[in-house]
C-alpha cells in the first residue's frame, strides 16, 4: 500500500513515517510539506491512501480533499486535526473521508487505522481482482455459446439472450484458411488479430468449428464500419499469415437463430480471397509466438504442455526448440521471467509480498520466497528494503532538482 503524509509540520511528517516504517515495512511512504506537492505525489505516484493536515498554508487539507476525489476516486482519506479543529474533521467525514486522527498522534491509534484501512483496501483491490476474472469467463461462456450456436446445438441450459445481450444487431464474419496448410500456430494468429479488431470497431465474440475456420460476431459502435473491418483484417493477416485465407461476411443479423444457417452460406461461399504468396511458418516464428504468450501470461500456471499446444508443437520438440532457440529450459526462462516482474513490483509498488508472489504466478507465498532467495541471496523483504532505501535517495534528489 502506498501511503502519503501530507503535514506542514515536519515533526508530524516524519513521526508519522518512522512508526509506519517500524510496523509496516511492506508499505511505502510519501511526505508532502504543502498541499500542491501533494497534488504532484497524487498524480505521479499510485497512492491509496492520504494522511493529511486538516489546516496548511496556502490550501487547507479539505480543499486538497475536495479538489483531488473526481481525479483520484479509488484513494482513502484520513484528516489530522487538533482537538479545537474537531469542527473541521466532521466535515471532511462528510467529504467522504475514511477517519481522523487527533493531534497529538497516538502511535497505538495510528498502528490499529492503518491496519483496519490496509485490510479494507485489500479486499478492495481483491474485489476488482474478481470482477476482473469473472468478465473473463463470462466471455468464456459467450465464447462457448457461440460455438455451439454456429453448429446449430443446444446451449445446454445456457441462456442465449442473457450472455448475448449486447449483441441486439451483428455481423458474422468468418476467416478460412486453407485446410491442408493451416496449423494451431496460424488459428493462434488469427484468433489474436480477429479479437483485437472486434473490440476496436465495437464489441464482439471469437469462435470456432474447427482449426481452419474462425467466425467472429460482432456489433459496431458506429454505421458503416464493417468494409473498414475487413479491409484492416485483411491487412493483417497478409502481414502475418504465411498460409491462404478467404474472409466471408454477413448482412446485419437480429436472431441468434439465423446463426448456424448464416455460417454454413459463409463457409460455402467465396467473397475474396488472399493473393499474395505464401510460406510455410517457421520453428524461429513458433517460438517468438511461444515468447510472446509466456510474457501475457506468465502470471498464470503456465506448463510446457500449456505453452507447447499454443503454437501446437510436441511437447518434447518444443521443449528442445526452445532450449535451442533462447539458451534457458522452458522452466529457468519462467523463473527469471518471474523473478524480473518480482523485483519491479518490490521495488515501485506498497503490495504485499504475498500478493507479489501472486501476481506473478506464485500461490504459494512461501515457495516465492524460497524461489526468490535461491535466485537473489536475499528475501523479498530484504530485497525491498535495500531498494526502498535506494528509491527513497532518488525521491529526495529528484524533489530537489
Excluded at 61 to 90: D, N, Q
Excluded at 309 to 319: C, D, E, G, H, K
Aim: charged share 25%.
Amino acid at each position: 500500500m502506498n501511503i502519503l503524509v501530507v503535514d506542514d509540520e515536519s515533526i508530524i511528517r516524519e513521526g508519522i513515517q518512522r512508526t509506519l516504517a517500524h510496523h509496516f515495512p511492506e508499505h511505502r511512504v510519501y511526505l508532502a510539506a504543502k498541499a500542491d506537492e501533494a497534488a504532484w505525489l497524487l498524480r505521479t505516484e499510485s497512492i491509496d491512501l492520504v494522511l493529511t493536515d486538516v489546516r496548511m498554508p496556502g490550501m487547507t487539507g479539505l480543499k486538497l480533499m475536495e479538489l483531488s476525489r473526481s481525479r483520484h476516486p479509488h484513494v482513502h482519506w484520513v484528516v489530522i486535526s487538533a482537538y479545537s479543529e474537531f469542527s473541521y474533521a466532521r466535515e471532511a467525514v462528510r467529504l467522504g473521508a475514511r477517519d481522523y486522527l487527533l493531534k497529538p498522534i497516538g502511535k497505538e491509534a495510528l498502528i490499529e487505522m492503518i491496519e483496519y484501512l490496509g485490510a479494507e483496501i485489500e479486499k478492495s483491490n481483491l474485489r476488482n481482482r474478481e470482477a476482473q476474472l469473472l468478465r473473463q469467463n463470462v466471455r468464456l461462456l459467450r465464447e462457448g455459446a457461440l460455438a455451439r450456436l454456429m453448429t446449430g446445438l443446444d446451449l445446454g441450459g445456457l441462456a442465449a439472450k442473457e450472455l448475448l445481450e449486447d449483441y441486439p444487431f451483428f455481423y458474422l464474419v468468418m476467416v478460412q484458411m486453407e485446410q491442408a496448410r493451416a496449423g494451431h500456430l496460424e488459428h493462434f494468429i488469427v484468433e489474436n488479430i480477429l479479437t483485437e479488431l472486434l473490440e476496436s470497431f465495437g464489441h464482439g465474440i471469437v469462435a470456432s468449428t474447427s482449426l481452419n475456420d474462425q467466425v467472429g460476431l460482432v456489433t459496431f459502435d458506429f454505421p458503416n464500419q464493417l468494409p473498414v473491418l475487413l479491409t484492416e483484417l485483411k491487412s493483417q493477416l497478409r502481414r502475418c499469415l504465411k498460409v491462404p485465407f478467404q474472409i466471408r461476411a454477413s448482412e446485419e443479423l437480429d436472431n441468434f437463430a439465423q446463426i448456424p444457417e448464416q455460417v454454413q452460406l459463409l463457409a460455402q461461399t467465396t467473397m475474396g480471397s488472399s493473393d499474395e504468396p505464401h510460406y510455410e511458418h517457421s520453428n524461429n516464428q513458433a517460438i517468438e509466438l511461444a515468447l510472446k504468450y509466456i510474457k501475457a501470461h506468465y502470471y498464470e500456471e503456465l506448463t510446457l504442455e500449456t505453452v507447447s499446444s499454443v503454437v501446437f508443437l510436441n511437447p518434447v520438440y518444443f521443449s528442445q526448440l526452445f532450449k535451442q532457440k533462447t539458451g534457458h529450459g522452458f522452466k529457468d526462462y519462467m523463473t527469471h521471467l518471474r523473478m524480473e516482474e518480482a523485483k519491479r513490483l518490490l521495488r515501485s509498488s506498497s503490495l504485499k509480498i504475498s500478493d507479489i508472489a501472486d501476481r506473478v504466478g506464485y500461490q504459494d507465498m512461501r515457495h516465492f520466497s524460497q524461489v526468490f532467495r535461491r535466485k537473489l541471496n536475499m528475501t523479498p523483504s530484504e530485497y525491498r528494503q535495500q531498494m526502498g532505501a535506494s528509491g527513497k535517495d532518488d525521491y529526495n534528489r529528484l524533489s530537489w532538482s
